[in-house]
């Protein structure tokens, strides 16, 4: 029997850039393959489901599940993953928090599939050829995945043990992330790993440069500014959401000159991070004039959805609320 930690990978709806974020850890990948067994990981190994009916229950040690559950297979997986791991591992923003595809969870799925595959400009399907379920072909039943309802975080589906943040998470991240899961000594249940518990801000170099109380009378997109690299990004009217995201990411976005969108999630005990982004945004917002804010607010977060819940909408207070593990959305 071999002594090393048996692991497990699985990709839901995601981009696949989780995947290549274990890539990424280049020469501590072959570290990592002296520690670890890999017992599944379809998208790099030809493993199949069968083989994971065949293991023992609580056989693996880790499984790491990134992506949103969109599909009635990601759902029946992950309960199959999770049936044969002792512990569960969301990794990455779609399995922690719902991620981009969580904002389809704003359009019925009849709406989605009419414009994916009749509507959208680059469509070419003269006949409007609909996907279905069950097809008959040369007398073989051919099924498809069904699409849920909605888009769901890993933890809405089935219980998680500890997550990992980001969009994707970055090499220094996941490698701590592993160092904890290796070490034998976890953390509290519900943990997130690799990242820090303070705020973005409180690891930024710009942070000094940033006024003691920000009060913005214009707001400015990116690409409308030509951004002072060594200054706040707040304190020069274009929106970061460094205040209210988990640090731990090493700044990348605002070294690269882009404002933090908020892909590592929301701090300890905040509920609903859209909601706290939007109430930092409201104050620091210095207008009397009631009709300007709005004005502004509207030309400059003409997405609020996209700027506040990005990552984060199947598991915010405002859409797609559930009840327990698992359970039916409503509202």
Sequence with gaps: ?????????????????CEEAFVDLAEDLIKLAEKVEIVFWPVAIDMKKSDVEQLPDESIDVSFINGGIRLSEHEEMVKLLRRKSKVVVAFGSCAHLGGIPGLANLYSKDEILKYVYLEAPTVVNPEGTMPKEVVKVDGQELELPKVLRLVKALDQVIDVDYYIPGCAP???????????????????????????????????DLNKTKPEKILLKDLKRVHQVKLDLSKCYLAQGVLCLGPVTRGGCGTLCIKGGMPCTGCFGPLDNVKDY??????????ILDYDDEAQAEKVIEEYVADPAGWFYRYSLPKSLVRGRYQGSGGEAHG
Excluded: N, Q
């Design 1 to 17: 029997m071999s002594d090393k930690v048996r692991v497990a990978l699985y990709w839901c709806a995601s981009c696949g850039g």
């Design 170 to 204: 970055p090499p220094d991240v996941v490698k701590k992330a592993l160092d904890t899961l290796l070490s034998g000594k976890l953390p509290p249940k519900g943990s997130v790993l690799g990242a820090s518990s303070r705020s973005l801000c409180d690891e930024c």
């Design 274 to 283: 859209g909601a706290r982004a939007l109430s930092y945004l409201a104050s």
